[in-house]
């Protein structure tokens, strides 16, 4: 039943809680080879997904799959999937090292696997300290070595970058790009989009436990109102200009600036110097991820 493709399949996925209803018919596909940002403001029900996916929670309705199978169906399902979810428990007078020792047992992985995967997070001179002197962050690395030690195909990660300084979010950030590089799949859950922006392939965005956009950086940036901005002696006379043209997009910034929508810069200097108008500045404007992420989470509440 395993097919062995890293894939995770979420299909009409439902769960309610009493009259509460977290998840509603959601569905997106993870593939394998890149690093897929899951985002969706604190309530969305991110997390209830994530524990549906990882066999935690049982759905009300639809089903959750890695690999072709339920999570309960996978053989040695650790070895197959490592998980960092919100809620990490360590004993604070056990070391790093024992802790992942115990795990490593429970796995049926050898011991030396674990000073493997201490080296991986960046823990190997820390591994023999008492974890309940560590900082959070150190914490967080610590359970992403937990989730390594099968050696999994697939990572699924809950808000990993809770208490990591920005240092360590460039570090997180390239570790999940170079294990997705191996042909592996990376799903990261985040509220923030500015968080995961810069390293991740794919976004699924949810919000009210329903799909609001699934696809890449570029597709969420092509739903946003592209502008360019031209800065002009005579904005008047240009805008009259880019009207005649057929251009109806056209808006007075507060700087004196015109903002021009659907065209790109190259017809609206066309326009400009047809018009005999000068320009002193002409720039597409970059769209806001962040902005348009905020839009889409937002419309699913009015």
């Not at 502008?227 to 009259?240: F, H, I, M, S, T």
């Not at 000068?278 to 769209?287: C, I, K, N, Q």
């Amino acid at each position: 039943m395993n097919d062995g493709s890293g894939r995770i399949g979420v299909h009409d996925l439902t769960k309610q809680f009493g009259a509460v209803t977290a998840v509603a018919g959601l569905g997106f596909t993870v593939e394998p080879g890149g690093v897929t940002g899951f985002l969706g403001p604190n309530g969305s029900g991110k997390t209830t997904t994530l524990r549906m996916i990882l066999g935690l929670v049982a759905p009300t309705s639809g089903e959750a799959r890695i690999n072709g199978a339920r999570f309960a169906e996978l053989d040695a399902p650790g070895r197959v999937v490592g998980a960092v979810l919100e809620a990490q428990g360590f004993h604070p007078t056990r070391s790093g090292r024992a802790h992942l020792r115990v795990a490593a047992a429970a796995l049926g992985v050898p011991d030396r696997r674990v000073d493997e995967v201490l080296g991986l997070v960046g823990l190997a001179d820390a591994g023999g300290r008492a974890v309940g002197g560590w900082s959070l962050g150190m914490k967080q690395r610590l359970a992403l070595a937990t989730a390594l030690l099968g050696d999994p195909q697939v990572l699924v990660l809950d808000e990993p970058a809770n208490g990591l300084d920005p240092e360590g979010i460039a570090w997180l950030r390239e570790f999940l790009r170079g294990f997705a590089r191996q042909g592996r799949t990376v799903l990261v859950s985040s509220h923030l989009l500015a968080e995961v922006e810069q390293g991740v392939d794919h976004l699924v965005v949810i919000d009210a436990g329903r799909c609001v956009f699934q696809g890449g950086l570029e597709q969420l940036r092509g739903t946003g109102p592209a502008r360019v901005l031209v800065r002009c002696p005579d904005p008047v006379r240009l805008a009259q200009a880019l009207a005649a043209a057929g251009v109806v997009e056209i808006d007075t910034l507060p700087d004196g600036r015109l903002g021009v929508g659907g065209v790109d810069a190259a017809r609206v200097g066309d326009v400009a110097l047809a018009a005999g108008v000068a320009v002193h500045g002409l720039v597409e404007e970059r769209v806001d991820l962040e902005q348009m992420f905020l839009q889409l989470v937002s419309g699913v509440r009015r």
